[in-house]
């Protein structure tokens, strides 16, 4: 194929990003006015469960797709021929819904010996039977996102989890009411809400989907969800094991302020999620247009520092402002949940770095190496968490887990450098991570050493400066880049 003069608009990006930040934000949005309603309603022990068992599900949904996302971006969006395409799509299903089946089948059958290990009481076994059922209904519609997102209707997609979103609110509000038992209702309330989903995906889906499956793409999941599993499940531990472990070496009280606290992360998770899911499509579409990857390079590079100074900005302004948003969403029992916020942020912006190496691994089928990154990361993070938490508890776990994904995104980028992979420049990356790094740990150490202060109304005119300054001077690289980039255009 002739590579074409120009690639994919980078504009385009940037308004399939900030639609989906509009969408994505409506919906979480609606997860933010739930968290005055939550802590007000649970107690932070009580919070402190219900923080578990999400921990829990989203290990199924790093477990369930077996290889199906890899399957996807190498085979399903370069396959040109219709039935093809239908084969790749009932043969991930297929999987899917086998896969639901056995982890419903396993969780009900050992659901007292689970919540035995788990919680150190089998009390607890009702709340893993409905979490069972919660993800075999996740598990049936997390092909049916995949499908939207490579087939290029992501904000569409955006627009039925924001549906999702008004749903699983509404439902939450009903649990809430309906249910003595606060963490039940709630439970109840989240498996209900996934059923729908699960549905209209299928809908969707329906017109491509056979009867067959093809034992060709049936080794391909096979081949490629050992190592993929592998990754996932070390990312799971990543972002789980944490939580897991703090409620093992402290209490149910540190993990509800934990918890909490990772509840206010969903402003940057916001723009993490957004940046993700939009990052490897559009990679995927400059891929099948024909570029060459050295214009590939070029075209991606200034966008992946964009995107880096972007939400390194974006973490820095939410720190800043952690107490005052803290004292708006809960009481002041979860006050000192403040703590571990900046950290916490600080590993949601590792994480987006991490992403930006992603479609590289995945079009060069170097997945097989990444679990060396995750299981590095994973390993790092256990030990760290067990030698600290008896000491600092939650600060610990927020500490160590932003420690554990700067080396997840080093040893990816590693990987990909090595490969020949890379897409983003070596020092221009590095040294604007170091550099907003820099500034972002400054900002810690002064909020350590001087909390009164800053909290002081000369302190907030302070923060704002600061924000303004680090804005400006963010605006005016940019538009010194975009200067030399029309000279370098008119000559």
């Known amino acids: ?11 385009m990006l940037v308004k399939e990003y900030a639609g989906l930040i509009l969408l994505r934000g409506s919906g979480r949005a609606l997860s933010l006015i739930l968290i005055p309603i939550l802590t007000s309603t649970l107690s932070v022990a009580d919070f402190g469960v219900f923080t578990i068992l999400n921990v829990l599900a989203l290990l199924f949904g790093f477990i369930f797709p077996f290889g199906a996302n890899v399957l996807f971006a190498n085979e399903y ?7 093809r395409r239908r084969k790749i799509l009932s043969t991930m299903y297929f999987f899917s819904i086998i896969s639901s089946i056995v982890f419903l089948a396993l969780g009900l059958l050992f659901s007292e010996k689970l919540s035995l290990v788990i919680f150190g009481e089998a009390g607890k076994a009702d709340l893993i039977r409905i979490l069972m059922l919660l993800m075999f209904f996740q598990g049936a519609l997390t092909i049916g996102r995949f499908y939207l997102q490579f087939t290029n209707r992501i904000r569409f997609n955006a627009f039925l989890e924001l549906i999702h ?4 609110f509404g439902f939450i509000l009903g649990g809430l009411y309906l249910f003595t038992d606060n963490v039940r209702g709630l439970m109840w309330a989240h498996a209900a809400a996934y059923l729908l989903p699960a549905v209209w995906y299928l809908a969707f889906m329906q ?25 996932n499940i070390a990312h799971w531990g990543l972002a789980s094991l944490d939580l897991l472990l703090l409620q093992k070496l402290s209490s149910e009280q540190e993990v509800g302020l934990y918890g909490f606290a990772y509840r206010f992360g969903f402003f940057m998770n916001i723009l993490v999620y957004g940046f993700s899911v939009c990052w490897t499509p559009y990679f995927t579409r400059l891929f099948a247009s024909g570029l060459t990857e050295a214009r590939m390079k070029k075209t991606l590079s200034p966008l992946g520092l964009l995107a880096i100074g972007f939400l390194s900005f974006t973490a820095l302004a939410l720190a800043l402002f952690s107490r005052e948003i803290v004292a708006l969403l809960a009481p002041v029992e979860y006050a000192a949940a403040v703590r571990a916020v900046p950290w916490i942020l600080l590993g949601y912006l590792f994480l987006a770095l991490y992403y930006t190496t992603v479609p590289a ?5 170097l997945h097989r190496y990444l679990p060396i990154a995750t299981g590095g990361a994973l390993a790092l993070n256990a030990i760290l968490n067990w030698i600290y938490i008896p000491a600092y508890g939650m600060l610990a776990a927020a500490v160590t887990t932003a420690v554990s994904y700067a080396l997840l995104y080093l040893l990816a980028f590693l990987i990909t450098a090595r490969c020949g992979a890379r897409l983003l420049p070596w020092g221009k990356s590095l040294g604007t991570v170091l550099l907003c790094l820099a500034v972002y740990l400054g900002f810690v150490l002064v909020e350590n050493h001087y909390p009164d202060y800053l909290a002081s109304p000369a302190g907030m005119f302070c923060r704002l400066g600061f924000l303004m300054v680090v804005a400006s001077s963010g605006a005016l690289w940019l538009l010194r880049r975009f200067q030399r980039q029309r000279v370098k255009h008119a000559d």
């Open 1 to 11: 194929m002739a590579e074409p003069e120009q690639p994919p608009s980078v504009i």
């Open 77 to 83: 969006v370069k396959e040109a021929d219709p039935s």
């Open 165 to 168: 979103s008004i749903i699983l």
């Open 207 to 231: 017109k491509d989907l056979t009867l067959k499956v093809s034992k060709k793409y049936s080794g391909e999941i096979l081949r490629l969800g050992p190592p993929t599993v592998l990754h």
């Open 361 to 365: 691994a995945m079009y060069h089928k």
